[in-house]
């Protein structure tokens, strides 16, 4: 059974950075896809970015050239580094992996097998 536990969010003001954290255990890390979404209060869950097993990887037009996605898979974490926050960022991300077969960065939810419990972020104006 594949773990994953998110960290690194917290209350910051608009302008400051944040890095988040996704260590997994329990299952081939560097075989899955991931992916960081987030849900907002009164929202739907949206997909944030999403990396594909080969490292091909997608943002969502909101956060591009703010956040970047990398992973380490000696360590099996995945890390979203978030620049320039800006208040519309406060949500809970949610970090997740596939890891049935298959090729792409996907944005579904339905597309993961697995979740993280969830980190809070919050920024401030």
């Known amino acids: 059974q594949v773990q994953l536990v998110e960290s690194g969010g917290g209350l910051v003001q608009a302008g400051d950075s944040l890095r988040l954290s996704c260590a997994a255990s329990g299952g081939t890390f560097s075989s899955y896809a991931m992916g960081w979404f987030r849900q907002a209060p009164g929202k739907e869950r949206e997909s944030v970015v999403r990396?594909?097993?080969?490292?091909?990887?997608y943002y969502v037009d909101s956060v591009k050239g703010r956040f970047t996605i990398s992973r380490d898979n000696a360590k099996n974490t995945v890390y979203l580094q978030m620049n320039s926050l800006k208040p519309e960022d406060t949500a809970v991300y949610y970090c997740?992996?596939?890891?049935?077969?298959?090729?792409?960065?996907?944005?579904?939810?339905?597309?993961?097998?697995?979740w993280g419990q969830g980190t809070q972020v919050t920024v401030s104006s």
């Open positions: 997740a992996a596939r890891a049935r077969l298959g090729y792409f960065a996907y944005r579904d939810e339905s597309d993961y097998d697995y």
């Open positions: 990396v594909s097993r080969g490292g091909t990887i």
